[in-house]
T-cell receptor, first 113, second 114 residues
Framework: DGGITQSPKYLFRKEGQNVTLSCEQNLNHDAMYWYRQDPGQGLRLIYYSQIVNDFQKGDIAEGYSVSREKKESFPLTVTSAQKNPTAFYLC????????????FGPGTRLTVL | GDSVTQMEGPVTLSEEAFLTINCTYTATGYPSLFWYVQYPGEGLQLLLKATKADDKGSNKGFEATYRKETTSFHLEKGSVQVSDSAVYFCALSDMNTGFQKLVFGTGTRLLVSP
């Protein structure tokens, strides 16, 4: 089945540690995105990538980093510089010419202790 | 910049009641409009979309009409079910950034009781 997978579903880390969230898609989509969701808020864009080996900062990129070495994969690293990393993280992808439609993974809930 | 405003929740209804969730937007140009749904602990799923004025998106009994004159895209369903309990997000595609960025509202939680 085609889709977007994120792993793990739940992640716990100690304060000060970097952590990497996985996002893989087998939909052959060109663009991929990372969002952060906090209770009572909409989704906020962290980073996006429209093509392999290229990515751009979104609205809240500080304290995060990404890579796009393969079309299928867009991992997100939450660094120790992120002041409030506990949140629900969602990965999405979209094909070219989708008119804005994005397809979402199941999300990873990160809790920093 | 572009923005989306949704009614605050939760919206609490009994099964088979009529549902309306209001959504208004501010945008330059002519964005596409979307409703996404999020079930507990899951990612977002596209519910419906409309790409131009007066278009009606529909899916699973839900409908929304792109109203340019009132800059609105209200979500409606004639008879809700318990299984419709979820958070609903209105969104628009912002074409001003050079790529198809989605701008989301804050979400409206729907609770349907038997």
């Amino acid at each position: 089945d085609g889709g977007i997978t994120q792993s793990p579903k739940y992640l716990f880390r100690k304060e000060g540690q970097n952590v990497t969230l996985s996002c893989e898609q087998n939909l052959n989509h060109d663009a991929m995105y990372w969002y952060r969701q906090d209770p009572g808020q909409g989704l906020r864009l962290i980073y996006y990538s429209q093509i392999v080996n290229d990515f751009q900062k979104g609205d809240i990129a500080e304290g995060y980093s990404v890579s796009r070495e393969k079309k299928e994969s867009f991992p997100l690293t939450v660094t120790s510089a992120q002041k409030n990393p506990t949140a629900f993280y969602l990965c999405a992808s979209s094909p070219s010419g989708a008119g804005g439609t994005q397809y979402f993974g199941p999300g990873t809930r990160l809790t920093v202790l | 910049g572009d923005s989306v405003t949704q009614m605050e929740g939760p919206v609490t209804l009994s099964e088979e009641a009529f549902l309306t969730i209001n959504c208004t937007y501010t945008a330059t140009g002519y964005p596409s409009l979307f409703w996404y749904v999020q079930y507990p602990g899951e990612g977002l799923q596209l519910l419906l979309k409309a790409t131009k004025a007066d278009d009606k998106g529909s899916n699973k009994g839900f409908e929304a009409t792109y109203r340019k004159e009132t800059t609105s895209f209200h979500l409606e369903k004639g008879s809700v079910q318990v299984s419709d309990s979820a958070v609903y997000f209105c969104a628009l595609s912002d074409m001003n950034t050079g790529f198809q960025k989605l701008v989301f509202g804050t979400g409206t939680r729907l609770l349907v009781s038997p």
